[in-house]
Structure formats: structure tokens, C-alpha cells
């Protein structure tokens, strides 16, 4: 199947509208994406978050794909287990021949991955269920109310990192998850953003197909939680990628690669644009463009360059 | 959009919801401030305004671009900001 979108859109969507995601949330984008990446019939799993709570809000469901949610944390031990179950039940004829290549899938805020399902997501990997892991990255429990997590940003005012005379916001710098995930040897990982859909469809084609268990690292950028107008993540995301504040990164078979905006920049092909143009046009880092706090930018500046020279040189650049 | 809500007898086995995708049936256009109006002798049917729609409210018809779908529409203006050819106007949403 190619991917082109003359063809996609006479296929069925697997989120319908109607659900209650923030207007211009751009997660519905994200599960399209991946959903829409192969014709497997898939079974989704979903740990608790905005993606959750919003899109089956009782007596509606906007979900087209089987879909299970069990508790916050342990989305990827409900998914594997009901892999195992499929393969068990599948050795004794129980499965019709139609569901026999079904994949199955997670879906997990940054919550539910960075933090709170981070062991079961390990227990998982380990065990080597057949499965892809998908975390959409926003950067906060931002269904609760902004709360900082462990992928915040160096310097983002939350409710629980508030700016104030003494605080310039998040002091710690973000959880390198796609390294931890990595360590686990699995045979595919991966990092992308939903504006360069192409990218991020075959990536999540690749992920699917690939036996074994997978991850994918979606950045998500958050309406309320950086307080950026509604239309305006695609051309957010970009500027990330463009900063490499968010790297395209992919993993495949202990290799480590750049695609995208990413490759082009680590072959001198695009400039690397500053990360004050990534912090300039949300809201949770206002704080940072006072004379007060100018500092801070360096700081942010020199975490985001740690970061990139250190993928860059694991890509071999 | 209220409805008489079902009471226990009527409700399926264990509150499951049978249907798949009903959300289709809960209408969020009335969130919306502005609205998308497209001009669709400008639109040159890259379908970009639907791979980025959150809210599946691009309407398709025979392969090609057909406006959009205002009872799911949530109005948040991705489309009309990410439109090449900016044939996608929002306007204030009048009651």
C-alpha cells in the first residue's frame, strides 16, 4: 500500500469526530497517522490521559478499532497480555483466519510513559511482545491541569513549577526516554512529529510490521498547556524539529539514524534555527524573555545542543 | 443534542457501548467562534487541510475537497492556517 493521500482518504478513519479533544489538539492527528500507516486489523490499548478520557466519554466512543482502557499506569502490560492471549487462543483454532495478523498498539501521554507506566512499558519491552508503543509527548499532565512530568522542558511554568520572584519555572532538564527505550535492544524506535506526516507514517508502518516489540516518540504540541493559539501546532512542531529541540530520530536494529529536517540539518543541508524561535511563541515560557530570566534561554539553548550532538553523533555525523 | 438519558434496564451488559465510532452522533460544531468557509474554486485538492484535521471534519467527495463538516467542526483553524493556497477563510460564527 502506498502512502499518498489520493489513497488514504477512502479509507475508514479509526478516531471519529465528535470526540471531545481541545479544538486543534493535534493527538486525533497523531492516532490517524498511525492507525491509518497499514490495513492490519488492530487492537488498541489506552492508558489513562486526555487521549482516553476525551474520546470515550460515556455513552460515546470515538474509536473504530476494538480499543481497551485499564488504568494509567499499565497500558503496555494490558496490551501485552492481550497479545499473549491472541497468540494462545490462536494456537487452538479460536481466532478467525480474517484477526490473525492483528496488531496490537498502545497509546500513552507522556504521563503514562515517562513516568507513572514507565515499568510496565520496561516489562514489556523485555519480555518482547509483539506490539508498538506509541507516546504522545505533550510535555506535562496537561489533563489534570499542567503539572510538570519528567518530559518538561527545562524553564516551562506548570502548576507544580509556577514562575515567580525566586523560580524561573522547571529547573530539571527532560527524560531522554528514546535512549532508555533504546537500551532495552528492541528492534525498532523511533522519534517524530505529526507535521511531516510522511515521515511519521512510515515510521509507524515500519514500527507495525516489525515483529517484535516497537516505540514510537510523537511530539504533541498542547493547546491549554502552552498556552499557544489553536492553530498553530503544525507550524510549532516544524520549528522544533527545525531547532532540534525535537530530533527525527530512528533506531532499527541497534543502528541509529536521522530522517527528516534532522538529516538535512546534520548534513549542513538546512540551517539549525535558534531554540528561542521554538520558546518565543508559547505561553508557559513568557517569563523567559525578561531581563530577569534572559539567562535561562542560554541554558535551555546549551540542554537542546547536549542533546542533538549527542544523537548526532550516535547517527554518525 | 440532550437527550432522555437510558436507564439501567435499557442499558447494554456491563455499560459497554456497541456501537463503534457513535461519537459521530454527539455534535461539537457548537463549540465553535469562527468558522471555516472554503473556497473551493481557489482549492487545488492537496488534502492537506485533511490529514491535519483533529476532528475528521474535511468532507470528502468523489476524491476531492467538499468544505467541511460544521457539526463536528470544532472551528480551532488548522486548516485554513495550513492551507497553501489559502482558500480557507475563518470567519466570526454567527448565532
Known amino acids: 500500500m502506498a502512502l499518498t493521500l489520493k489513497d488514504l482518504i477512502n479509507k475508514q478513519i479509526p478516531l471519529n469526530g465528535g470526540h471531545r479533544m481541545c479544538g486543534g489538539c493535534p493527538v486525533p492527528v497523531i492516532v490517524k497517522q498511525v492507525l491509518m500507516s497499514t490495513d492490519h486489523p488492530k487492537i488498541i490499548g489506552n492508558a ?184 498553530v501546532w503544525k507550524k510549532l512542531s516544524e520549528t522544533a524539529v527545525k531547532t532540534c529541540f525535537w530530533p527525527l530520530i530512528e533506531f532499527e536494529d541497534g543502528k541509529w539514524s536521522l530522517t527528516g529536517e534532522s538529516k538535512l540539518i546534520a548534513e549542513g543541508k ?42 548526532k553523533g550516535l547517527a554518525g555525523y | 443534542m440532550t437527550e432522555t438519558k437510558k436507564g439501567w434496564k435499557d442499558l447494554p451488559i456491563g455499560g459497554n457501548i456497541l456501537e463503534a465510532g457513535n461519537s459521530q452522533h454527539y455534535f461539537t460544531g457548537t463549540w465553535r467562534t469562527y468558522k471555516p468557509i472554503t473556497d473551493l474554486d481557489k482549492c487545488i485538492n492537496c488534502l492537506q487541510c485533511w490529514m491535519f484535521c483533529p476532528d475528521n471534519s474535511i468532507v470528502i467527495k468523489d476524491g476531492k475537497m467538499d468544505g467541511q463538516d460544521y457539526d463536528h467542526c470544532k472551528g480551532c483553524g488548522v486548516c485554513a492556517a495550513i492551507c497553501p493556497v489559502k482558500a480557507i477563510d475563518m470567519i466570526k460564527e454567527e448565532k
Open chain 1, 48 to 231: 489513562t490521559g486526555c487521549l482516553e478520557v476525551a474520546t470515550t466519554i460515556y455513552p460515546y466512543t470515538a474509536w473504530n478499532h476494538p480499543w481497551i482502557h485499564n488504568a494509567f499506569e499499565n497500558v503496555a502490560a494490558t496490551v501485552s497480555g492481550i497479545e499473549a492471549a491472541h497468540n494462545a487462543l490462536s494456537r487452538i483454532g479460536e481466532v478467525p483466519e480474517h484477526n490473525k495478523d492483528a496488531k496490537f498498539i498502545a497509546f500513552a501521554g507522556d504521563g503514562g510513559t515517562y513516568d507513572i507506566g514507565l515499568q510496565s512499558l520496561s516489562g514489556a519491552l523485555e519480555r518482547g511482545h509483539n506490539m508498538l508503543y506509541v507516546c504522545y509527548d505533550n510535555e506535562g499532565y496537561m489533563n489534570t491541569g499542567i503539572q510538570r512530568s519528567s518530559a518538561t522542558p527545562i524553564g516551562a511554568n506548570t502548576t507544580t513549577t509556577p514562575i515567580g520572584s525566586e523560580s524561573y519555572g522547571k529547573t530539571q532538564s527532560r527524560k531522554d526516554l528514546l535512549s532508555i527505550v533504546a537500551a532495552h535492544h528492541i528492534p525498532y524506535a523511533a522519534s517524530t512529529s505529526p507535521h511531516n506526516w510522511m515521515d511519521a507514517m512510515k515510521k509507524s508502518k515500519k514500527a507495525i510490521e516489525t515483529q517484535g516489540p516497537t516505540f514510537l516518540l510523537y511530539f504533541a504540541p498542547c493547546i491549554p498547556g502552552w498556552k499557544i493559539p489553536s492553530d
Open chain 1, 270 to 311: 538546512m540551517p539549525k534555527i535558534p531554540v528561542e524561535e521554538f520558546l518565543k511563541s508559547q505561553g508557559r515560557f513568557k517569563h523567559l524573555f525578561t531581563d530577569k530570566n534572559k539567562h535561562v534561554i542560554e541554558i535551555i539553548q546549551k540542554d537542546v545542543d547536549k542533546s542533538w550532538n549527542y544523537y
